[in-house]
């Protein structure tokens, strides 16, 4: 694949395997506790689009059965690089929530806004319990939101892009995660 001048690779595929399988496995312990105690899956939520690489690899590492229930959030302008809305807007609607623990699954915390609006109205619909995995946790001097499990903190502002994630809608098929530089 012809990786544009200007993406400098920061996590390999083979980084990416290893979070993941550490991540499944800390969270099969989890799921499996719920199991044994209400003998429920835990709701696994992708939130789409970015989070669905992720989502894909860490439902295969999690031992035991999940049930899937995707939701959109929608958090930065379209075609815009670190733009956000003012609001994060999320429907929670098709999501069985009542009564059962969630696990939220996105591709990258930044400012935490859309977990925190997610956990919030998860919480409003009856979740019993609302944890999070995301693969990258960039850490800032005022944490927002706090994912229960994360693959990679991350201490930079840079943008981020492949394994989901995208800039201006491209490059989300990527393997690895690049960042963009600006030059």
Known sequence: MNIPKN?????T??????AVSKLGGEIS???????DDSHTD?????ILRGGIFFFADLVRAIEGS???APVKAWGYVTGQIQQALDKVTVDVSSI???????LLVDDICDSGRTLAELTSKLK???ALEVRSAVLIKRELEEETFSPDWVGFPYPGPEWFVGYGMEDSER??????????KQS
């Open 171 to 180: 490059w989300r098929n990527l393997p690895a995660v690049y960042i963009i």
């Open 124 to 126: 409003e619909a009856g």
């Open 13 to 18: 595929p083979e980084d990416i395997s290893k």
């Open 29 to 35: 312990k989890w799921s499996k506790e719920i199991w």
């Open 66 to 68: 999940v049930e899937i």
């Open 7 to 11: 993406f400098q690779l920061c996590y």
């Open 42 to 46: 835990v709701v696994a939520v992708p």
């Open 96 to 102: 069985p929530a009542n009564g059962r623990r969630i």
